[in-house]
């Protein structure tokens, strides 16, 4: 499963960013998938993921700000970023795994490259 994540960029705290992982897999839809996000120094952590049946799950620290969508006809992830802070400055990669959600990044087969998120305050 090849993923690609787009959709980064350099914004001001409290703007908004759609960020897009995409793949040619026709049955992405029964993935599950995840966004992590890696600051420098960091460890790469989960900020959302959604399962095969459109649940989802969210970093404490997103809540209520990000949202996790898909769009399984058109074999895509969305992460809905709103009201970003400075903190949220990371790279941004997607990532898929068959079976049901897993907050471990080493439960995830298929990374995408990432996309830069940068926030400035």
């Known amino acids: 499963v090849q993923l690609q994540a787009s959709g980064g960029g350099l914004v001001q705290a409290g703007d908004s960013l759609r960020l897009s992982c995409a793949t040619s897999?026709?049955?992405?839809?029964?993935?599950?998938v995840g966004w992590f996000r890696q600051a420098p120094g960091k460890e790469r952590e989960l900020v959302a993921a959604?399962?095969?049946?459109?649940?989802?799950n969210y970093a404490e620290s997103v809540k209520d700000r990000f949202t996790i969508s898909r769009d399984n006809a058109k074999n895509m992830v969305y992460l809905q970023m709103n009201s970003l802070k400075p903190e949220d400055t990371a790279v941004y990669y997607c990532?898929?795994?068959?079976?049901?959600?897993?907050?471990?990044?080493?439960?995830?087969?298929?990374w995408g490259q990432g996309t830069l998120v940068t926030v400035s305050s």
């Open positions: 897999r026709r049955t992405f839809g029964s993935y599950t």
């Open positions: 990532a898929a795994r068959m079976g049901i959600y897993d907050n471990s990044r080493y439960e995830y087969a298929y």
């Open positions: 959604i399962n095969s049946g459109d649940s989802t």
